[in-house]
């Protein structure tokens, strides 16, 4: 037997060996992530699924109401799409995105990337920070992304922006549907299809088109799943009691309430009103969830 070939066997198993771990580890990593491309499809479905929803049939009954327009000329689908993106991606809403002075460029591309590093969320803590046009950025970009047209910035000021869903009933005038993504200039009952800013004072609003990440960024799974998981705690409740989850949400965030003090207020708030199923469930899962941080 030839000795001297001991240390190139020893060599090409080590070779092996290194090359079945670093396998092993492209393969744990792909495992725990998910692509961007996988959440929509999801999305798209939890949304078909909150269209029979009390708090969704609701929210399009007034919406309808309110512009004088018929329930069936509107693609119902869209509306439920985007109500429902803009109560998860809205300052402290409930994928737990909050509003600070950040001074980034306004796209949502930072968003991202602070996404990309959260592998444990928790109830009581943002997911990312982020300031006003970086929020309508992201809720544009994920409204594109889920095939709803017609969505673009505003700046009611120059200092301020929010987003704007175009909306083309038939036989009747086209809508602006102001999208407030964080509540700067506005009291803490402005929510979706506020009437403070007059969205026609911008004579023309482009659609977001920019492609922020590609369908191909990977999202943490635990992060990826607590997306999909706050959709179907909150996704069918109504306007008024996702409004007041989110001010005890940001009541936590800026530290004027501690987790245990607003999951006490949100049982309250349940056990004060005439509520649906749907909106009692969300003020439970908000307590339960705050007691579990």
Not at 96 to 123: A, C, F, L, V
Not at 183 to 188: D, K, Y
Not at 235 to 245: F, H, M, N
């Amino acid at each position: 037997m030839n000795r001297r070939r001991l240390p190139i066997f020893a060599g090409l198993a080590f070779v092996v060996c290194l090359a079945a771990q670093v396998a092993a580890q492209i393969e744990k990593s792909q495992t725990s992530s998910a692509q961007l491309s996988e959440l929509m499809p999801n999305i798209r479905s939890k949304a078909k699924s909150l269209e029979s929803s009390s708090g969704m049939q609701g929210a399009y009954k007034a919406f309808t109401h309110e512009h004088k327009i018929s329930p069936n000329s509107l693609h119902y689908s869209d509306f439920v799409v985007v109500r429902l993106l803009f109560e998860a991606t809205r300052d402290a809403g409930f994928w737990n995105m909050h509003w600070s002075i950040t001074d980034k460029p306004p796209n949502s591309d930072e968003i991202w990337h602070q996404w990309k590093g959260i592998t444990r969320p928790s109830y009581a803590e943002k997911t990312a920070t982020a300031e006003c046009d970086e929020l309508s950025a992201l809720f544009a970009f994920l409204a594109a992304r889920s095939g709803v047209k017609s969505v673009g910035l505003f700046w009611p000021y120059p200092n301020h922006t929010v987003a704007v869903w175009t909306a083309h009933p038939q036989n009747s005038q086209t809508i602006r549907v102001v999208i407030p993504t964080s509540q700067i200039f506005l009291s803490e009952t402005d929510t979706f299809d506020t009437h403070k800013f007059d969205p026609w004072h911008q004579k023309t609003i482009y659609d977001y088109t920019r492609h922020d990440v590609a369908g191909t960024f990977r999202i943490p799974r635990p992060l990826f799943n607590f997306f999909l998981t706050q959709i179907d705690k909150y996704g069918g409740a109504s306007t008024e009691a996702l409004q007041q989850i989110r001010s005890l949400r940001d009541a936590v965030f800026q530290h004027t309430l501690t987790p245990e003090v607003a999951a006490r207020q949100a049982v309250r708030r349940s056990a004060a009103y005439s509520l649906s199923s749907e909106d009692r469930a969300a003020f439970q899962h908000f307590a339960d969830d705050l007691r579990l941080h």
